[in-house]
C-alpha cells in the first residue's frame, strides 16, 4: 500500500529517536499490543473516524519520536475528515479559534481540541482540529460514532492529523494517561504503529 512522504519522513524520525519513556505502562502496553497480555474487561472503543474508513497510525503509545512520555496515538488524516466520538460521554472543554499550526512550540496553544468526559470519569481527547470545525458545545450530550469535528494541522504539528488520547482519574486528583482497545476490522485491539486500521462498529 502507498505510504506519501509525509508519512516515511515520521517513519525515519521516530526510527532514529534515542529515547522512551520508563513509564511502567508502556511496558503493559506493548504486551497487550503483542498480545502476551489479555485484557477482556476493559471497554471497547470506536475508532475516532467513520465506520468503513481506514485509515493509518502514525505514532502509536510512548513512540520515539514526540509520543516518549505519551499513551496517544497519532492518526494520519487530510485536513477536513470527519472525527468521531470514542464513546458516548458529555462535552467538557473545546477549543476552536486557533488557526495556527506547524512544527514549532510557539504554535502549541494554537491547537484545536475536544475533551470528552465519559461514565467511567474517564476523558478522551481529539486535537490538532481545523479552525471553527468542531461540531459541539461544552455540556453537549455525544453518542459512541457521531461526528463531533474535522481533523486539521492547528497547534504543534507536522502535518494534518487527529492526536487522540485518554486519561483515567485515580480518585485523588491525579490523572493518569491509558491505553485503550478498539473494535477494528481486524477483531478487537490495542492500536499498533505503523498499521492501517478499518472501523467497524464496536460490540458493547
Not at 491505553?179 to 460490540?203: A, D, E, S, V
Request: charged share 25%; aromatic share 12%.
Amino acid at each position: 500500500m502507498y505510504i506519501s512522504k509525509t508519512i516515511a519522513a515520521i517513519l525515519l524520525l521516530t526510527l532514529i529517536g534515542c529515547s522512551v519513556s520508563n513509564n511502567p505502562v508502556r511496558k503493559e502496553l506493548k504486551l497487550l499490543q503483542k498480545g502476551k497480555l489479555k485484557d477482556d474487561t476493559s471497554f471497547i472503543y470506536h475508532l475516532p473516524y467513520e465506520e468503513n474508513k481506514t485509515r493509518f497510525v502514525v505514532q502509536g503509545y510512548f513512540s520515539r519520536y514526540t509520543h516518549k512520555h505519551r499513551a496517544a496515538l497519532d492518526f494520519k488524516m487530510k485536513s477536513g475528515t470527519k472525527i468521531c466520538a470514542v464513546r458516548d460521554g458529555v462535552v467538557i472543554r473545546i477549543k476552536a479559534d486557533g488557526k495556527r499550526g506547524g512544527g514549532n512550540a510557539k504554535y502549541r496553544t494554537d491547537g484545536n481540541y475536544i475533551v470528552i468526559q465519559h461514565s467511567d470519569s474517564s476523558r478522551s481527547g481529539y486535537w490538532h482540529l481545523r479552525h471553527e470545525a468542531i461540531f459541539v458545545k461544552v455540556g453537549d450530550q455525544v453518542k459512541q460514532g457521531q461526528v463531533i469535528g474535522l481533523s486539521g494541522k492547528t497547534g504543534y504539528t507536522y502535518f494534518p492529523h487527529l492526536h487522540f488520547i485518554v486519561w483515567r482519574s485515580d480518585g485523588k486528583g491525579q490523572w493518569a494517561q491509558i491505553g485503550t482497545r478498539f473494535q477494528t476490522n481486524k477483531g478487537i485491539l490495542y492500536l499498533r504503529p505503523f498499521r492501517f486500521y478499518r472501523n467497524k462498529k464496536p460490540t458493547n
